[in-house]
T-cell receptor, first 117, second 114 residues
Framework: GAVVSQHPSWVICKSGTSVKIECRSL??????MFWYRQFPKQSLMLMAT?????????EQGVEKDKFLINHASLTLSTLTVTSAHPEDSSFYIC?????????????FGPGTRLTVT | AQSVTQLGSHVSVSEGALVLLRCNYS??????LFWYVQYPNQGLQLLLK??????LVKGINGFEAEFKKSETSFHLTKPSAHMSDAAEYFC????????????FGKGTTLSVSS
């Protein structure tokens, strides 16, 4: 089946620094990928839609200048958390729809745990 | 707009007992419905999905769910709980347009006691 990977799986950074998270579709191409954020014991909240070759679409309330998304190829989307602060600490999960499932099913990455100290 | 409501943020059952996790959805178009399970510090694993066809869908680990359009529900059940079923469960809906993001319910924590 379709596989989505994320790297790193766990990252700790100091306040004020930037962190890049990668999301890769390993055996299929994804013109669209989604980035979710999950706070402890809460649900997944859609942050943005990453579109290959064009600008990302951000959900209301998500700062586009803080969460930079780049979808440079059909298999890779990156989320960069710029000038990270402790309140950015969260679990970030990406997903991609697979044409194998008619595009309706999402394949999720394993997530990246970000801790900002 | 689509939305998902999971009734009960926490469900506790004894090992061997029936598991019932409730999910109701709101959608102006025919929905595609999903149940995911999440173990601590891990990503989401698809349990089962309803797209079209048979309204009773069977998934992995003995779980099943029934799509009831008249009740706008997609409850998840398992006849006999196992300790390993303890996890967070999310119901999600997708609009019928391919390639759109999922909308998740708030999740239900399932605890299983021996």
């Amino acid at each position: 089946g379709a596989v989505v990977s994320q790297h790193p799986s766990w990252v700790i950074c100091k306040s004020g620094t930037s962190v890049k998270i990668e999301c890769r579709s390993l055996d299929f191409q994804a013109t669209t990928m989604f980035w979710y954020r999950q706070f402890p014991k809460q649900s997944l909240m859609l942050m943005a839609t990453s579109n290959e070759g064009s600008k990302a679409t951000y959900e209301q309330g998500v700062e586009k200048d803080k969460f930079l998304i780049n979808h440079a190829s059909l298999t890779l989307s990156t989320l960069t958390v710029t000038s990270a602060h402790p309140e950015d600490s969260s679990f970030y999960i990406c997903s991609a729809p697979s044409a194998l499932a008619g595009g309706y099913e999402q394949y999720f990455g394993p997530g990246t745990r970000l801790t900002v100290t | 707009a689509q939305s998902v409501t999971q009734l009960g943020s926490h469900v506790s059952v004894s090992e061997g007992a029936l598991v019932l996790l409730r999910c109701n959805y709101s959608s102006s178009v025919p929905p595609y419905l999903f149940w995911y399970v999440q173990y601590p510090n891990q990503g989401l694993q698809l349990l089962l999905k309803y797209t079209t066809g048979a309204t009773l869908v069977k998934g992995i680990n003995g779980f099943e769910a029934e799509f009831k359009k008249s009740e706008t529900s997609f409850h998840l059940t398992k006849p006999s709980a196992h300790m390993s079923d303890a996890a967070e469960y999310f119901c999600a809906v997708s609009v019928s347009q391919a390639g759109t993001a999922l909308i998740f319910g708030k999740g239900t924590t399932l605890s299983v006691s021996s």
